[in-house]
């Protein structure tokens, strides 16, 4: 028998198992499918306005790729004033995932392996900073900070971030802990008999084995920092430090006709998250699972 015809012959049965999946599965797929279509669309239709002649966006608004210019990106980028804004949001939300991301891995240690008085009580109260809105405690940190004069710093905005945002320290404490409470007791025991001490268990046992809880925690921080629009515009009032969110909103007012400048906001706005997910969605989804069969 020649190869090409094992080939067909193995082709065959794959052929019959696909024409025999279920109605249900096919549906599925189709509905599946359909949706992904839905939520892509919106994102294909902002990047291509963005780069479309404004002329021809005036005149099929609904078009996809029908030309190519960079007027209307260079037009956000210079008198939107989009290039300062874009380095606010960095320096607004690269300091907070990093601080929350150390303080809530340290202290998901802490809580799932170290025995003191009250950890539980400890741990408990922290988490239930996941239940309060953070509406109910904004005007009240609104005046806190302006005691503590860091009302309009970035130093203030980060720490409002850090403590009460939506990937705050109350959820980072939670999911980190849920990774470091099911690490086998094996493993510090041993690094006790060597004589490591207990930063040292930390640093160089514990930590390593729940990089990929760390690197979820960071992406999702992230994107919700990066995303945040109340945060900034309450506590960051005097547009020094605007951030996207808050500059796209003003950008867009009074500029109805001109689709394609805010387009080019949006498209700067929402290029860098989309970016890292691609880049990260894996280690994303990795720890996310991992986290939810541990816990």
Do not use: H
């Amino acid at each position: 028998m020649t190869a090409s015809a094992l080939s067909e012959a193995g082709a065959k049965p794959a052929e019959r198992a696909s024409s025999r999946r279920p109605p249900t599965q096919l549906l599925k797929q189709a509905v599946l499918l359909s949706t992904a279509l839905l939520s892509l669309f919106p994102i294909l239709l902002i990047a291509s306005t963005a780069v479309r002649d404004p002329v021809e966006v005036r005149v099929d608004p609904f078009g996809l790729l029908t030309s190519f210019s960079l007027e209307s990106i260079k037009q956000a980028w210079t008198v939107g004033g989009f290039q300062g804004y874009f380095w606010n949001s960095v320096l607004l939300s690269v300091p907070s995932t990093v601080l929350t991301v150390v303080l809530s891995t340290a202290a998901g240690y802490a809580f799932a392996r170290c025995r003191f008085p009250g950890r539980n009580l400890m741990f408990y109260t922290i988490t239930l900073g996941l239940l309060v809105p953070f509406f109910t405690m904004m005007i009240p940190l609104y005046f806190q900070l302006l005691q503590m004069r860091l009302l309009d710093t970035l130093v203030g905005a980060i720490l409002v971030l850090t403590a009460s945002g939506a990937g705050g320290l109350s959820f980072g404490i939670f999911l980190m802990r849920s990774f470091f409470i099911d690490l086998p007791v094996e493993l510090e025991q041993a690094g006790r008999v060597d004589g490591c001490s207990e930063w040292q268990i930390f640093l160089r046992i514990m930590l390593p084995l729940v990089r990929p809880g760390a690197a979820a925690l960071a992406v999702f921080t992230f994107l919700q920092n990066w995303n945040n629009f109340l945060v900034p515009l309450l506590y960051l009032p005097g547009g020094d430090y605007r951030t996207l969110p808050s500059a796209l909103y003003l950008f867009a007012s009074g500029r109805t006709l001109e689709v394609g400048p805010i387009a080019a906001g949006v498209f700067i706005t929402i290029a860098p998250v989309i970016a890292l997910f691609l880049v990260a969605q894996r280690q994303l989804i990795r720890g996310f699972m991992a986290g939810a069969v541990k816990g």
